[in-house]
């Protein structure tokens, strides 16, 4: 006795030639035979078709920016670490000396246009949007996909104090803009903005207060961030901390 | 030593050589040639456009993470629509444990109008949501030998199963799409 899987191989042409021969014989003389073949029969050219016609309805490809460099070698992550720390001096002397005044965000840069939008929440606007893991999965590998570099909510929702509501896609001057919006526990809206980093530049964390939020701002050579909410320079400086910890900028 | 600057010759970005240079922008070139096959395959296993437009993207960030690993010469297909089938399961897996069900959003499959005649549009559709009815297995399985054309032993590989698995899941999808062959147009 044959069984299904047997007829349903030779029908796909995948049984060896010689027993695909006998098959082939036995099948004049067993009209048994010859109906539990038609039950299996399948047109392959209906399915491809089918499918074929679905593709004219297929999203636009997305574009995509450079993944995360791969991890420098040990030379150069000391290189590295030297580097950042010679920063760091300096950032400490600019604020020291009233520098960074100057290096405030201007009109259309997209952190004062972040703030414009940021000012007008309020704890309503998010406290009722309670915090779904597979809502904020999908947004996530939206937001992930829009600008390039993988978020995980699990680690983003390891932020003292803060609860993960919603991550968006929104657009400045035609490049995706995401924000991902927090709750302080006392209903403070505080968002952390990324956007694709079209000059390369890294800058180190730089502190300002925009339409009377405050914030803090910094880029690596992919992106660039904004952590921005409330009026409380420390506080946002210690979330901004954690979220580099976080997403290892 | 001197070193010679221009040795050896920079054939990769000489204009017109051919050779992309950068197997980053080679493999992001590749993606987007496969892309309307990577959705639809996409579709086929998430049975919704909004999980198959995420499943999709996030299978290409995937792939380009993994660029380096990918050698030329082996089947790019393949190794995409893999990595896109993994994705989904470890999804539904996710989901199970944060909401005891797995991944069962079906959408009604509509078809874009005025590509093709409305006579070949409703067979389409019948025979799509025919499929999309099939267990997930088998399901899978379908999509991977009949319509994206995988052999028994390359989509045993793909699922990591044996091709015996492959053989009676094939059987089964079979027998339940067989009455699509009372109103085979092609009959």
Request: with cysteine; glycine share 8%; aromatic share 6%.
């Amino acid at each position: 006795m044959l069984s299904d899987e047997h007829l349903t191989a030779w029908l796909d042409g995948e049984l060896p030639q010689h027993e695909a021969d006998l098959l082939q014989r036995r099948l004049a003389g067993d009209p048994g035979l010859a109906a539990r073949i038609e039950a299996l029969r399948l047109e392959r050219a209906r399915l491809v078709a089918a499918f074929a016609a679905l593709e004219a309805g297929a999203p636009p490809f997305p574009q995509m920016e450079s993944p995360p460099a791969p991890p420098p070698a040990r030379r150069a992550r000391l290189a590295r670490s030297v580097a950042v720390a010679a920063l760091v001096v300096l950032v400490a002397l600019a604020i020291g000396t009233g520098y960074w005044l100057g290096s405030r965000p201007r009109i259309g840069d997209w952190r004062t246009e972040v703030a414009h939008y940021q000012v007008l929440y309020v704890p309503d606007t998010l406290t009722g949007l309670q915090p779904d893991p597979a809502r904020l999965a999908r947004e996530f590998s939206l937001a992930s996909a829009r600008i390039g570099r993988r978020l995980d909510p699990d680690a983003l929702s390891r932020i003292d104090g803060l609860t993960l509501r919603r991550a968006q896609v929104l657009g400045f001057r035609g490049q995706a803009l995401i924000q991902i919006a927090y709750t302080a526990p006392d209903g403070t809206p505080i968002a952390f903005c990324i956007m694709r980093n079209t000059g390369g530049r890294r800058s180190p964390p730089k502190n300002a207060r925009l339409m009377g939020l405050a914030s803090e701002s910094w880029q690596d050579a992919g992106h660039a961030y904004l952590v921005i909410g409330g009026n409380d320079p420390g506080s946002i400086a210690g979330i901004a901390r954690q979220i580099r910890r976080q997403v290892g900028s | 030593m001197v070193r010679r600057r221009n040795w050896p010759p920079d054939i990769y970005n000489t204009p017109g050589s051919g050779i992309i240079h950068s197997p980053r922008k080679e493999i992001e070139a590749r993606l987007q040639a496969l892309w309307p096959r990577l959705w639809r395959f996409a579709l086929g296993l998430c049975r919704n456009r909004a999980d198959a437009e995420d499943l999709a993207q996030a299978t290409c960030l995937r792939v380009l993470e993994n660029a380096a690993k990918y050698r030329d010469g082996t089947h790019f297909d393949r190794w995409v629509l893999t990595i896109c089938r993994n994705l989904w399961h470890n999804e539904c897996r996710a989901r199970r444990l944060r909401q005891g069900n797995g991944c069962d959003c079906v959408d009604a499959l509509d078809l874009p109008s005025g590509s093709a005649d409305a006579q070949a549009n409703i067979f389409h559709a019948e025979v799509l949501s025919k499929v999309m009815t099939l267990p997930d297995a088998q399901r899978e399985t379908l999509l991977l030998v009949y319509v994206e054309g995988f052999t028994y032993k390359e989509a045993a590989g793909m699922l990591d199963i044996p091709v015996g698995t492959v053989m009676s899941r094939l059987a089964a999808a079979r027998k339940k799409l067989a009455p699509l062959n009372k109103d085979d147009p092609a009959c």
